[in-house]
């Protein structure tokens, strides 16, 4: 309601009950109507995870209604989701290989009923979904590929993950029938699937490959028809980032990645200005206070055509902010401007409630240069060793694999 300035309790799942739930994505079909979607580590032996699949609110948020007539052989968690309007939802799941699923839930009537479309002949496990209208849309996630090692060097703790391989499905009815877009893309690794998927347009997406040892993309410009993987690297053709989760573009050349990063300490950013093919490093240096901020981001979310305000989550949530008087806090490179307010939302990793704000300040340097914080508790300037965050509330899991991503 006023761009993250307060933020109010509406909904928690406790993620140390049965089948540690954690609410995952959502999705609105206006300021009233919305989804929540939540992932679960049950198998397929126990059913109780139906009963916090899927939530749904009509008054803004205000309250929240737990969606009971799911069918039973749903997916164990629902990974991303698709809200077309008030009648038509979408969502897919689930992250880990090892649980039931993947496949696609769906709701033409607002989710007075739903229908399951088990998706196993394609994928291993689905992650986000995107549909442009009722029938046309895309899922992205990885497919077994039995050429692959059962254990990949890096992925001994989770191997269910080692042999896949990134799919991009599409449908243009609705779901009934799918394509592999990503088939035949040169380049992919095994241990790699698609975790987060971005269209600017009808032409030009995006989407993150997630990968424990290394960093891609794919993108297109032909509307999916065909994609090309595209390493994270930097000018000099060295690898900059890996294990990505959140991607970022506000046009065709300009645009973020983030994610996991090495030993999922999240600490990796990257940013092109070439359209992916040269990467730089936006990283956050613990030790340092002036270094970028962010960590362990998944999503993006860029409002505005074109892009005016930005947000990220991961660790924390993040703004880019307005510049004083209105104009976007995301600019070309011959400006620089002054600093300006942003507010930082604390929010401990893989717990479902928002935590306090905090007042903070954005130095946006150049092009889309990196996010950085401020003292929590004011606007006024001050110098960076002055500037603080608030601490972290509550716990998060360490193994954020073992409990699904």
Same mark, same amino acid.
């Given at each position: 309601?006023?761009?993250?300035?307060?933020?109010?309790?509406?909904?928690?799942?406790?993620?140390?009950?049965?089948?540690?739930?954690?609410?995952?994505?959502?999705?609105?079909?206006?300021?009233?109507?919305?989804?929540?979607?939540?992932?679960?580590? $049950?198998?397929?032996?126990?059913?109780?995870?139906?009963?916090?699949?899927?939530?749904?609110?009509?008054?803004?948020?205000?309250?929240?209604?737990?969606?009971?007539?799911?069918?039973?052989?749903?997916?164990?968690?629902?990974?991303?989701?698709?809200?077309? +309007?008030?009648?038509?939802?979408?969502?897919?799941?689930?992250?880990?290989?090892?649980?039931?699923?993947?496949?696609?839930?769906?709701?033409?009537?607002?989710?007075?009923?739903?229908?399951?479309?088990?998706?196993?002949?394609?994928?291993? +496990?689905?992650?986000?979904?995107? $549909?442009? #209208?009722?029938?046309?849309?895309?899922?992205?996630?990885?497919?077994?590929?039995?050429?692959?090692?059962?254990?990949?060097?890096?992925?001994?703790?989770?191997?269910?993950?080692?042999?896949?391989?990134?799919?991009?499905?599409?449908?243009?009815?609705?779901?009934?029938?799918?394509?592999?877009?990503?088939?035949?893309?040169?380049? $992919? #690794?095994?241990?790699?699937?698609?975790?987060?998927?971005?269209?600017?347009?009808?032409?030009?997406?995006?989407?993150?490959?997630?990968?424990?040892?290394?960093?891609?993309?794919?993108?297109?410009?032909?509307?999916?028809?065909?994609?090309?993987?595209?390493?994270?690297?930097?000018?000099?053709?060295?690898?900059?980032?890996?294990?990505?989760?959140?991607?970022?573009?506000?046009?065709?050349?300009?645009?973020?990645?983030?994610?996991?990063?090495?030993?999922?300490?999240?600490?990796?950013?990257?940013?092109?200005?070439?359209?992916?093919?040269?990467?730089?490093?936006?990283?956050?240096?613990?030790?340092?206070?002036?270094?970028?901020?962010?960590?362990?981001?998944?999503?993006?979310?860029?409002?505005?055509?074109?892009?005016?305000?930005?947000?990220?989550?991961?660790?924390?949530?993040?703004?880019?902010?307005?510049?004083?008087?209105?104009?976007?806090?995301?600019?070309?490179?011959?400006?620089?401007?002054?600093?300006?307010?942003?507010?930082?939302?604390?929010?401990?990793?893989?717990?479902?409630?928002?935590?306090?704000?905090?007042?903070?300040?954005?130095?946006?340097?150049?092009?889309?240069?990196?996010?950085?914080?401020?003292?929590?508790?004011?606007?006024?300037?001050?110098?960076?060793?002055?500037?603080?965050?608030?601490?972290?509330?509550?716990?998060?899991?360490?193994?954020?694999?073992?409990?699904?991503?």
């Amino acid at each position: 309601m006023d761009g993250g300035q307060t933020w109010t309790l509406k909904k928690f799942i406790d993620p140390n009950t049965s089948g540690f739930p954690y609410l995952r994505c959502t999705g609105w079909a206006s300021e009233q109507v919305g989804w929540v979607g939540a992932v679960t580590t $049950f198998d397929a032996g126990n059913k109780d995870f139906l009963k916090i699949l899927l939530h749904r609110t009509t008054d803004g948020g205000a309250t929240w209604d737990n969606i009971m007539n799911v069918p039973e052989s749903s997916p164990a968690g629902i990974c991303g989701m698709s809200v077309v +309007n008030e009648k038509v939802v979408y969502g897919a799941g689930t992250n880990d290989p090892n649980l039931p699923g993947p496949g696609l839930v769906k709701t033409t009537d607002g989710g007075a009923t739903w229908t399951h479309t088990d998706l196993s002949q394609y994928a291993d +496990n689905l992650i986000d979904v995107y $549909f442009f #209208d009722e029938n046309t849309g895309w899922i992205v996630g990885g497919k077994k590929d039995s050429s692959c090692p059962a254990i990949k060097p890096g992925y001994e703790t989770h191997p269910q993950y080692s042999q896949l391989k990134p799919v991009v499905l599409k449908t243009i009815d609705g779901g009934a029938t799918w394509v592999n877009k990503a088939a035949g893309v040169a380049g $992919f #690794d095994c241990g790699e699937w698609g975790w987060k998927i971005q269209f600017l347009n009808v032409t030009t997406g995006f989407v993150s490959l997630e990968n424990f040892t290394t960093a891609a993309i794919l993108k297109t410009t032909d509307g999916g028809e065909t994609w090309v993987r595209l390493p994270i690297v930097d000018s000099a053709g060295q690898s900059i980032n890996m294990d990505l989760e959140g991607v970022g573009f506000i046009d065709a050349q300009s645009g973020w990645v983030g994610g996991w990063a090495d030993n999922f300490e999240g600490l990796f950013n990257s940013l092109t200005v070439d359209g992916g093919n040269s990467w730089t490093a936006q990283n956050n240096v613990p030790s340092n206070p002036t270094t970028d901020p962010r960590i362990k981001i998944n999503r993006y979310r860029l409002l505005g055509n074109p892009v005016s305000t930005g947000y990220c989550s991961g660790a924390k949530v993040y703004k880019r902010a307005q510049r004083r008087g209105g104009r976007a806090g995301l600019h070309p490179p011959s400006r620089r401007p002054r600093p300006v307010p942003h507010v930082q939302l604390q929010q401990s990793f893989r717990r479902n409630h928002l935590c306090a704000p905090a007042r903070c300040r954005e130095r946006i340097r150049g092009h889309m240069e990196s996010f950085r914080l401020s003292r929590a508790d004011t606007c006024r300037r001050r110098k960076p060793e002055g500037w603080k965050a608030y601490r972290r509330m509550g716990r998060h899991r360490q193994d954020g694999k073992a409990a699904g991503r």
